[in-house]
């Protein structure tokens, strides 16, 4: 959602924070803008709608300066407009904030009892006053004053702050939204997220939940510095990581979209979330991340997964791996559905919460639920140090690099390798499994990596099927068993670039329901791979077929009966059965992104969605 890119250096700031803020376009806003302080006072930019249009703005009136702060918005409090479009200004502070101030009725009262006038609806516009008072009324400089506001305010924020008088001064603060540093030559960076500080630096530390730092720009022969305290004014040290993604890695690298180049790094995903994590011979795998010794494992009475949107169809894949591969009674539940009802944890549940931000607000306030009721939590997420990580025992990091398209690919197919190794572990722990059936479901996965090129390889079949959904309005997708999520995610991947209507369905619900919807216009896409239900998803098949129904299978090589009935059919190697379904979703990824990308939409950041959603 909102992005925040400050930058305090010796090289012009409004270039580099607007080139940070494209880095973040892909968390979804609707509005941006720049604050930055040319050494007599600041000058602020905003713009509705894209950063094209900031662009332009600036080039109007040009921003000298080599400190400032920047802010992609996504509305909550206030309509997309440049009035609610951050930075807010007030007396000589400019603020950006990403998040929600709960308390800001309350505030807003009080302020404008105060005679304060506001100029925006937005929560954060009270940031701004509450720090311009703090200063009126004596406040010891910025830091100071920021700390004391933000004693006030209640709810998620991250804030980045400037105020005319502090011409070299970022004050930024955290809590319950990302906010990183990155300490650059000569020059530090202030972000919302990894990949807009990337290009400058590898070296990080990531602020902890009611840090406030001051960062002061390099002056002379003194260098770029960063203190950092907490809200009630104690030093605190955190520690400098060095981050492994390279900013090559968040680059386009001659891909049209991010979506299809994330499509194209499966391969090296799932392999980067193998490497070191298994062990072939003993057919096993390695505990120590997954937070979980032998008798931990043997202890787990239920596993309880938690997650939303495209991790929540890996989730549910990752129930049935469980149930079959560790016999563990496994529950998979919407980050939003806990929260709206008196779910129920035990000390002996282990918690899986599977989510590619590790930020997704609903996942977050369902892990924090469970945390409190004294369960066991892994998270399996992709993005370092993010807040779900922090909150667990055990921390299964996705090494899909960074996932940019808005529609997640290569971070779902990850997802689901990092789920198998958890259900081999915990089979292999307790005894469900013995060594030579681990080995064998692990090489089985070692070998997805193969199959997927394959299955990229050529893809004209999928565009000439993609080119007959271009005018369908409502496409069903059916599966069984591990393929009934793969339909599931079909659908939503469709629904999210292309607009279509698209719905899954368990195929063997179908007679239950959606076969009325059945005519000739419809398109039926059936996963139908040969496994052990093949041959009632080939009734289904039937069925549709004697409705008339149009139907596209995904079909394994050499299927002489689904051949005669399905008027497309992308072919799928032969594969072990468990590990089919990181197969059978690439296909439907990419007739997703061909339908999209045919009808000239914005694959990657299709209207009204945002990468990371972190409001509830
Ligand atoms: O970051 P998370 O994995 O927790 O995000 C969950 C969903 O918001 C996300 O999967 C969403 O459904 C994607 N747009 C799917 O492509």
């Known amino acids: ?287 120590a991340e997954i937070g979980l010794d032998g008798d931990a494992a043997r202890a787990v009475r239920r596993v309880y997964i938690i997650a939303c949107g495209t991790s929540y169809h890996a989730a549910l894949i990752g129930r049935y791996w469980i149930e079959a591969l560790a016999r563990v009674p496994t529950v998979v539940e919407l980050g939003s559905e806990i929260a709206n009802r008196p779910a129920v944890f035990f000390e002996d549940d282990l918690v899986i919460a599977v989510s590619q931000s590790g930020e997704t607000f609903d996942t977050l306030a369902g892990v924090k639920a469970a945390k409190a009721a004294g369960a066991r939590i892994l998270a399996v997420a992709n993005v370092l140090d993010s807040a779900i990580p922090r909150l667990a025992h055990g921390e299964l990091y996705t090494r899909a690099g960074p996932e940019i398209g808005v529609a997640s690919t290569k971070c779902f197919t990850a997802q689901l390798t990092a789920l198998l190794l958890v259900s081999i572990f915990l089979g292999r722990q307790r005894g469900a499994l013995d060594a030579e059936a681990g080995r064998k479901l692990l090489q089985g996965l070692c070998e997805v990596p193969g199959h997927i090129n394959e299955l990229l390889g050529d893809q004209d079949y999928v565009r000439t099927i993609a080119n007959s959904l271009v005018d369908a309005t409502d496409v069903l997708f059916l599966g069984r068993g591990y393929n009934y999520p793969i339909a599931l995610e079909g659908a939503l991947k469709l629904k999210e670039i292309s607009y279509a209507h698209a719905e899954g369905y368990a195929a063997g619900e179908m007679k239950h329901g959606p076969i009325a919807l059945i005519d000739a216009q419809l398109p039926v896409v059936v996963v139908a791979p040969k496994d052990a239900s093949y041959d009632k998803t080939l009734s289904n098949v039937q069925e549709v077929r004697a409705r008339e129904g149009r139907v596209i299978a995904l079909a394994t090589k050499g299927d002489e009966a689904m051949h005669d009935l399905a008027e497309h059919i992308v072919w799928l190697p032969e594969a072990p059965e468990h590990v089919l379904p990181l197969l059978t979703v690439v296909p439907l990824q990419l007739l997703a992104y061909y339908v999209a990308s045919r009808k000239g939409h914005d694959v990657d950041q299709p209207r009204n969605l945002a990468k990371t959603v972190t409001v509830e």
């Not at 720049?34 to 094209?52: N, P, S």
């Not at 603020?95 to 105060?114: K, P, S, T, W, Y």
């Not at 701004?128 to 004391?148: M, P, T, Y």
Request: charged share 25%; net charge negative.
């Open 1 to 287: 959602m909102c992005g925040i890119v400050g930058y305090a250096g010796r090289q012009a700031a409004a270039p580099i924070i607007i080139d940070g803020l494209r880095r973040l376009e892909y968390r979804g806003y609707d509005s941006a803008g720049v604050a930055v302080h040319d050494g007599r006072g600041i000058e602020v930019v905003r713009a509705l709608g894209k950063l094209r249009a900031l662009n332009d703005a600036v080039a109007k009136r040009p921003l000298a300066g080599s400190l400032g702060i920047g802010h992609t918005r996504w509305a909550t409090h206030g309509r997309p407009s440049e009035e609610n479009a951050h930075p807010h200004v007030a007396g000589s502070v400019a603020v950006v904030h990403n998040g929600i101030i709960e308390n800001h009725a309350a505030l807003r009262r009080e302020l404008i009892a105060d005679g304060v006038k506001f100029s925006s609806e937005t929560d954060t516009e009270i940031i701004a006053h509450l720090v311009d008072r703090s200063l009126k009324g004596g406040a010891k400089g910025l830091f100071e004053a920021v700390r004391a506001s933000l004693q006030l305010v209640t709810g998620a924020y991250a804030i980045a702050v400037l105020s005319a008088d502090e011409p070299g001064t970022i004050v930024a603060a955290r809590h319950g939204s990302p906010l990183v540093l990155g300490f650059g030559e000569n020059e530090m960076l202030c972000g919302s997220d990894i990949s807009a500080l990337l290009a400058h630096t590898r070296d990080m530390v990531f602020l902890e939940d009611g840090d406030v730092v001051e960062l002061r720009a390099p002056v002379g022969d003194v260098g770029p510095s960063a203190r950092i305290q907490t809200v009630t004014g104690i030093d605190v040290e955190r520690p400098r990581k060095r981050i492994d993604w390279s900013p090559t890695m968040a680059e386009r690298g001659g891909f049209k979209h991010f979506m299809l180049k994330e499509i194209h790094e499966q391969p090296d995903a799932i392999a980067a979330t193998l490497r070191g994590r298994i062990d072939l011979e003993n057919g096993d795998v390695h505990g």
